[in-house]
Every structure is written in structure tokens, then in C-alpha cells.
């Protein structure tokens, strides 16, 4: 079993098309395990049918937690690109967080702020590790922002759990952001 091909088609089928898997998504962003095993299926790209130990298993071994299993569902924690929109439960972000991205973008990113680009949140890390392995997507040494959260939350911006080291919000304003 390719459980990478797996984990990438379970993030494209939560987070970006879930029409394409005939799959509705609660406000959460969860779908029915059953529905996205049966719609996987049918498309028969593994080697064999997958189940819902595949599942979790991807869960399990991936270096980020992309995914999340509550009873029968199933959900995305992350990354949405999707027009309707995903609920994410508010939280107090620590005082500091970070935000990987490119040289090329870092004029704009400290006239204009992050914004969400193509997702429906900014993604912003909890630790300098983590916002490396981000930027390190697009640059091979990315640009790390440091970002005032506390002050941006003390002003009312509110902030959204992802996962244990990605934390969401709607719009982060370019006085909130320093280049490390
Ligand atoms: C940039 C991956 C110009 C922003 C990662 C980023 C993450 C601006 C890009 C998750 C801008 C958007 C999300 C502005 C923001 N002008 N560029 N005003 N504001 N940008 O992929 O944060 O492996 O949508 O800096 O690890 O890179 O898929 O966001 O470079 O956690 O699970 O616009 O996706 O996780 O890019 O990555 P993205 P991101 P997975």
C-alpha cells in the first residue's frame, strides 16, 4: 500500500474537492469514513481496497497530523481551499508564533499582512522548527516572520486550533510581523 499516494489523496479529497468524491462535508469539516473508503475505492489507484486501519494508520505514521478520526468520521485539521466555509474552534495563541514563506513574497507579506491566498486560513507555527519545514516547501532557505499573537489577539484577532504545531486565522495585519 502507497501510503503517501493515500495521505495526499485523503488531504485533496478533505481539504480542495470533495465534489470529486461525491462527499459532503459538515461544518467541521467532517465526512462519513464509509462514504470516503467507498469513493476511494471506486477509483481503484491502490493495490488492493483500502479500509479504515489504512486510515488511521496514515494518521499515525505521518510527521504532521493532517488528519483527524472522531467515532465515524473523518476530517482534514487543515488547509482548506473549499468555498463553504470550515469552522475551527477559537483559542489563545501563545505570545509568539511563526510563518515560513519565500523572499519573493516578503515585500508583500509586510505591506499587505498573510493572508490566506488559496486556503481559507493563514497558517502560522507554534515553533521555528516547524515554520522552517513550511517555508522550506518553496525556498530553500525560507524567510521566518515572527508574529506578535498576543498583541494581535489582545486587539481581537481571533486564532483557530489546526493541529498540535499549526495554529489558523483569518487575516494576520503586516504590524503584527517581524523577520526573524
Ligand atoms: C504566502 C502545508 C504574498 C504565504 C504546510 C505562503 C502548512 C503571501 C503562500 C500548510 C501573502 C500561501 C499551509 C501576501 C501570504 N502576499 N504572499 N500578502 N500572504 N502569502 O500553501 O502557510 O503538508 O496556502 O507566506 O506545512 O505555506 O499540506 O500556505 O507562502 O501547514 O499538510 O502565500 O500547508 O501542510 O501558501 O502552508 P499556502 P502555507 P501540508
Known sequence: MDYTKLSKEVSYALRHAPWEYELELNREGFVPI????????ESGNYSRPITVED?????EISDKKRHEIQGDKIRALYGHSIP????????????????GT????????????????????VHLSIDTDT??????????????????????HTDGI?????????????YVSAKYIKVK
Open 55 to 59: 486510515l488511521e494508520h496514515i494518521i
Open 102 to 121: 519565500t523572499h519573493k513574497t516578503l515585500d508583500s507579506i509586510l505591506r499587505a499582512g498573510l493572508k490566506p491566498m488559496g486556503r481559507q486560513y
Open 34 to 41: 464509509g462514504q470516503l473508503i467507498n469513493a476511494i475505492n
Open 158 to 170: 481571533s486564532f483557530y486550533k489546526g493541529n498540535d504545531k499549526v495554529i489558523l486565522a483569518d
Open 84 to 99: 463553504m466555509h470550515i469552522s475551527k474552534d477559537l483559542l489563545v495563541p501563545p505570545d509568539i508564533l511563526y510563518h
Open 131 to 152: 515554520a522552517v519545514q513550511v517555508g522550506k516547501r518553496r525556498d530553500i532557505v525560507p524567510v521566518i516572520l515572527v508574529i506578535d499573537a498576543h498583541k494581535a
